[in-house]
Nanobody, 128 residues
């Protein structure tokens, strides 16, 4: 099992920045991808960004078109922590953000079903 704990959400004005963190524990050696998803009220959970996690993989990243160029996913393998730096935030970015871990390869674009482990979520609210 892998446990994920997110932090860093909050309230920010449009155009502002936030950095989310996700700390992984447990059988972290089984993780192949770490990703971020988000879910706004009344909407389905949607993909945000993902990074290949294995030490030998090079940390390949992939982003949803809605956040590409504004958000950056990165990882600190020794700390088993993944980050999501969010710049140029918009009201449409308001959602609960979830960290996720996959023990297998993921589809392009990634789907929630690709990820076996999930954090509890952290609220991000962007005011206009």
């Amino acid at each position: 099992q892998v446990q994920l704990v997110e932090s860093g959400g909050g309230l920010v004005q449009a155009g502002g920045s936030l950095r989310l963190s996700c700390a992984a524990s447990g059988r972290t050696f089984t993780i192949y991808h770490m990703g971020w998803f988000r879910q706004a009220p009344g909407k389905e959970r949607e993909f945000v960004a993902t990074i290949t996690w294995s030490a030998w993989s090079g940390g390949d990243t992939y982003y949803a078109s809605a956040v590409n160029g504004r958000f950056t996913i990165s990882g600190d393998s020794p700390k088993n922590t993944v980050y999501l730096q969010m710049n140029g935030l918009k009201p449409d970015d308001t959602a609960v953000y979830y960290c996720a871990a996959a023990a297998t390869t993921v589809t392009i674009p990634p789907r929630p079903s690709n990820y076996a482990y999930w954090g509890q979520g952290t609220q991000v609210t962007v005011s206009s």
